[in-house]
């Protein structure tokens, strides 16, 4: 079992940034894909962005450039850093570890609101 805890959402200005972190409990942290999601009302779900156990990164093109996911093994940790944050990125953001169909978890969601 994997417990997800995410923090560093809330209120920004058009253009500014926040970095998002999400530590994980348990064991084997280093053998997850971690990934950031979000959902804005009314809409789907959808991918942020991903790294993988071995590094591989993935973005979704609406903020490729923009966001950078990391993670630190040591620290059980993954980072979402943002930048030039836009109104359009305004949603709770989630945090999930997947290793397979029986090793998928979630965090409980950190509302991101860019606004002026």
């Known amino acids: 079992q994997v417990q997800l805890v995410e923090s560093g959402g809330g209120l920004v200005q058009p253009g500014g940034s926040l970095r998002l972190s999400c530590v994980a409990s348990g064991s084997r942290f280093s053998t997850y894909a971690m990934g950031w999601y979000r959902q804005a009302p009314g809409k789907q779900r959808e991918l942020v962005a991903r790294i993988s156990s071995g590094g591989i990164l993935t973005y979704a093109g609406a903020v490729k450039g923009r966001f950078t996911i990391s993670r630190d093994n040591a620290k059980n940790t993954v980072y979402l850093q943002m930048n030039s944050l836009k109104p359009e990125d305004t949603a709770v953001y989630y945090c999930?570890?997947?290793?397979?169909?029986?090793?998928?978890?979630w965090g409980q969601g950190t509302q991101v609101t860019v606004s002026s």
């Open positions: 999930n570890a997947w290793r397979s169909a029986n090793y998928d978890y």
